[in-house]
């Protein structure tokens, strides 16, 4: 059992106060009954109606797969194309990639949750491919691992995998472009990047410019600490 407007708040993204509004304006109905104390309890599978309207449960955490050439902004002065674009209402942007990097963004509306994500202290692993000039050696695994001198400190990676001219590797941190500063520093720029995972959640077979919705089965790791 919970609160009428937290129920509310919980399956559309408003706030506490738009909820307590929307019941003292008598918009909020149940298979058509006028629901009018925000406060009441309620099953937490009770069908809620706005206006008439069945209130669709919104997700808490939206996966994006970001272009190439988009900033990871709400908006830009300068008019360049930015991943507010693509943003829904009531969420904001987890973290940041860089104009030059596509690949996975995400989009959340639990601030909480969101701190949890990107906090250091919880280690959450952004798994990234690179294509790199030069041919990547062996010895790159272990350069990664020791650590590499950069202009924001000492930065670590954990090789997966490499190729003639890419590289696979993870991070535990979102320090502004780590990748490509440490990968640069280790004698392989890099030429295009692409995040494809973070934490437990992948982006799959997610084209450009397209999303879904995030389960709850991949935020279990957040939620459960």
């Known amino acids: ?15 506490r106060k738009q909820a307590s509004l929307l019941v003292r304006k008598k918009r909020v109905t149940s298979n058509g009954i006028l629901l009018l104390q925000g406060a009441q309890r309620y099953p937490e599978d009770i069908p809620i109606e706005i206006d008439s ?8 955490v939206i996966a994006f797969h970001k272009p190439e050439g988009v900033l990871s902004a709400n908006s830009d002065f300068e ?5 507010g674009d693509w943003l829904p209402p009531r969420f904001h942007i987890v973290g940041r990639l860089d104009s030059d990097t596509r ?4 989009f959340s509306r639990d601030g ?12 959450t692993e952004r798994e990234y491919i690179a294509t790199v000039k030069g041919n990547p050696k062996p010895e790159l695994i272990s350069q990664l691992a020791v650590g590499v001198s950069t202009s924001l400190g000492l930065a670590q990676a954990r ?18 472009r780590i990748v490509r500063r440490m990968l640069h520093n280790a004698g392989h720029s890099v030429l ?26 991949e935020l279990r790791m957040w939620q459960m600490k």
């Open 1 to 15: 059992m919970k609160r009428l407007d937290r129920l509310i708040c919980e399956r559309g993204g408003y706030s």
């Open 53 to 60: 309207e069945v209130l669709k449960v919104l997700p808490t």
């Open 79 to 83: 008019g360049r194309p930015c991943v």
């Open 103 to 106: 690949g996975l963004l995400l």
């Open 112 to 123: 909480a949750l969101t701190q949890r994500m990107l906090h250091p202290k919880f280690g």
């Open 159 to 176: 090789v997966l995998d490499l190729g003639e001219d890419w590289v696979r590797l993870v991070v535990t941190e979102g320090r502004n």
């Open 192 to 217: 295009e990047l692409e995040r494809v995972r973070f934490g437990t959640i992948t982006i799959g077979d997610l084209a450009e410019g397209a999303s879904r919705n995030v389960t709850t089965e």
